[in-house]
């Protein structure tokens, strides 16, 4: 496994040992045959989340089943199923996500796993859309948890801890039409004044901004075409982008998906980035921070003050809106949440350098960091009230502890 990285190349894995099985039984036996198991989906991570000492384990061999349940209104897929792909097979039938992270290409089980997110005020994380899932557990036997099932909140949001996701059936509704439109210059202190009205404008909103500079230079969003539009010709002063923008500097607008207010099917415009090109910057490293709702303003104040210290470092910072759930380990557990993102240059020395002024003012505020992107601490029990209950469900289902790696070691003990 030497040699292999995530999709950003900030991190090598440690494995010794690399598997890709092509079926359940294949995919058990390599559980009970290893002490230290770790499972890895479509790699877009940013930090130790998947790695291990000895086994790693590659969903990209296992089933991509996609089964749509038209009469209970979900679709079951296995658990090396990308979002792209079933964005097109649900479209194409008729159905829809609620909603889609920046990015189409990462694996479903992967993202949920981590609690990955898009925007909009009443969007709850990917996560939220999990009706069940199946999953192999440390001791290889397989375990179907639902909706309403006990410990069901804790094992969708599970940091891979108790074990390998094979299936997963999400929430569908009738597929809808999406249209964009990017307004550049937004008013920092409409931002502070309105920030409410703002995010609640319409299905999603993005902002984005390099801190340092004298508006937020562009708010993104995206309204679904079967609601009354609410956005005008200018967006609380913000003036309508006649080109299509790619959120980074430079970057080539032929990776996002269409703007300019050209409506779409959903699988074309929730995600921000083309299926079939590079999303983002590539060369890069993330983070994200994740603040009560009700702290939003003052967030985006103080890291503002820290504005000039991180200009070098970043490409662009996203900030959007996620809905409250009830998943234990879900970054928005309990509250609705503004998502502080930050896409930095690939410089991991430079970037942990960084990340301690940020969390000194926002960890007060109650921020919980994204699981699957950088942070320096993590006091997982302050931040988690649902954190025992998590690390016995973790006991129960992987009892010799083969999947807890390094990371989930420090987050959960
Ligand atoms: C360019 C880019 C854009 C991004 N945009 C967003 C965004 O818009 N919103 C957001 O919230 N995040 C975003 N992310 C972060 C990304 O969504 C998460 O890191 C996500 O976990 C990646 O999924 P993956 O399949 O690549 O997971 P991996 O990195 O492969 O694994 C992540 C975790 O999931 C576990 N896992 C994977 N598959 C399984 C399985 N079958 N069973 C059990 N556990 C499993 C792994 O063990 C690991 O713990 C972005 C990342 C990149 C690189």
Do not use: C
Not at 74 to 93: E, I, K, N, P
Not at 126 to 139: C, D, E, P, S
């Amino acid at each position: 496994m030497h040699e292999q990285t995530n999709w950003a190349g900030n991190h090598h894995y440690d494995a010794a040992r690399f598997a890709e099985p092509g079926g359940i039984d294949e995919l058990a036996a390599l559980i009970t045959g290893s002490s230290a198991v770790r499972v890895i989906g479509s790699r877009h991570s940013f930090n130790d989340i998947a790695d291990t000492d000895d086994l790693l384990i590659s969903t990209a061999g296992l089933a991509t089943s996609i089964e749509i349940d038209t009469e209970a209104r979900s679709v079951t897929v296995g658990g090396g199923v990308r979002y792209g792909d079933l964005a097109v097979v649900l479209q194409q039938a008729g159905w829809a996500l609620h909603n889609l992270a920046s990015l189409p290409h990462i694996s479903v089980a992967g993202a949920v796993a981590t609690a990955t997110h898009g925007s909009g005020d009443r969007n709850g994380n990917l996560a939220t859309a999990v009706r069940g899932i199946r999953l192999l557990t440390g001791a290889g036997e397989s375990v179907e948890l639902h909706r309403g099932d006990p410990g069901f909140e804790g094992a969708v949001v599970a940091i891979g801890a108790l074990g390998v996701v094979v299936e997963v059936t999400l929430d569908i509704e009738p597929a809808f039409a999406v249209r964009q439109r990017l307004f550049g210059g937004l008013g920092w202190d409409v931002v502070a004044d309105r920030f409410d009205e703002i995010f609640a404008s319409a299905y999603s909103v993005s902002l984005f901004t390099l801190w340092d500079e004298p508006t937020v230079s562009l708010a993104w969003i995206k309204e679904r075409v079967d609601a009354p539009s609410r956005v005008g010709e200018d967006f609380f002063g913000a003036v309508a982008e006649v080109a299509p923008r790619h959120m980074i500097a430079g970057m080539d607008v032929r990776n996002v998906t269409e703007q300019l207010g050209v409506a779409g099917p959903w699988s074309e415009r929730l995600a921000h980035f083309r299926s079939e090109f590079t999303p983002s910057a590539g060369a890069e490293i993330q983070s994200e921070y994740l603040v009560p709702r009700v702290h939003a303003v003052e967030a985006i104040a103080a890291v503002r003050a820290l504005g000039p210290r991180l200009r070098d470092l970043l490409q662009i910072t996203e900030l959007r809106s996620v809905a409250a759930d009830d998943l234990w380990l879900s970054t928005a557990y309990g509250t609705d949440v503004v998502g502080l993102h930050f896409t930095w240059v690939r410089d991991t020395e430079a970037v942990a350098a960084a990340l301690p002024a940020i969390e000194d003012v926002l960890y007060p505020l109650g921020a919980r960091p994204h699981w699957g992107k950088v942070f320096a601490g993590l006091d997982a029990a302050a931040m988690y009230p649902r954190l025992a209950d998590f690390r016995a469900l973790a006991d129960r289902y992987d009892p010799e502890g083969r999947f807890r790696n390094a990371f989930v070691r420090r987050a959960i003990g």
